[in-house]
């Protein structure tokens, strides 16, 4: 196991060795598929006012909108047939959310599609949770973002949005039987190496089923539109760290790398990823959707066939569930 100043050392290094090793651990733990997880942005009202997201309730220049129940599960069901297994529901983290309201969507996509169901709505009540678990949500993605609590509190607005709250709700999540996903994010103004490091070590001990590392975009209307975007590189070998720290957890070629670079994601699933993100919000809504400028019809289902087919890469047609349980599975035949 890598020690704190190692997992530092190897983020902070020039060695192209890293990416080798990287990939080469993700093909032994995880195959060559790459899984495809398909997000519907239902909703980009958001109660918080984190200081780089576009969707932040300050933002009064972007229309807001919630897509209907009969609008989500037509976008489902057509990305249903097209073999997609995994559908990501994501919108802004709207504290006036009605769980009713995403319960009845989650029991309709399960008793009508055949897809395993990510939730991204943030922080949320116990209850909340619990209904959408019992609704037959499989998965919830909850980002920390940052594990230095100094750099949380310096990028968001408090008490509407809390690092200690966020760990309390990946526990609870992880206590419904939720498959838990979450991570960082890539360069935020005064981040180092030993930061990423820390964020590295805390999703190991989040014990997670899936994680994300991207860089950081800020957004034109933030109060943090001058500071300087994320390096790809540095994202890169976060991840690959990552790959060799975590071991048996999906790893997302996160969206926001291609904001950065146009071969950014490419390149993460070179260097330990092994999930990808397509865009399926219908193009009335998708950009509106506006977290950070990026070219929001790049993320397609025909683009990422076109990547894993540079890469020699199959599209995995299973849903994709977590590693950790098909390990578990596989150590108690032994």
Known sequence: MLTRE????????KDNDLFVEADRTR????????HLRGIVEFSNTCSHNCFYCGLRRSNTSLPRYRMTQDEILATVSEADKNGVRT????SGENDAEQAEYLAGIIARIK????VAVTLCVGVKSPEFYKLWRDAGADRYLLKFETSSPELY???HVDPDSQLEKRLSALACLRTLGYQTGSGC???LPGQTCRDLADDIILARDLDLDMAAFGP?????????VSSKTGSVALSLRVIAVARLVLGPVHIAAASALDAVAPDGRERALQCGAD????NLTPDRYRNLYDIYPSNRGANSIERIQTVLARLDRPLAQDHGHSLKKRTEEEASRC
């Open 111 to 114: 008793s009508e599609c055949d």
């Open 27 to 34: 093909r032994k733990l995880c195959g060559d598929a790459v």
């Open 216 to 224: 950081f975009v800020p957004h034109p209307n933030t109060p943090l």
């Open 153 to 155: 509190f310096r990028t």
């Open 87 to 90: 559908i990501v529901l994501q």
């Open 275 to 278: 999930v990808i993100m397509a």
């Open 185 to 187: 994010i890539v360069g």
């Open 6 to 13: 190692e997992i530092e050392q190897r983020i902070a290094g």
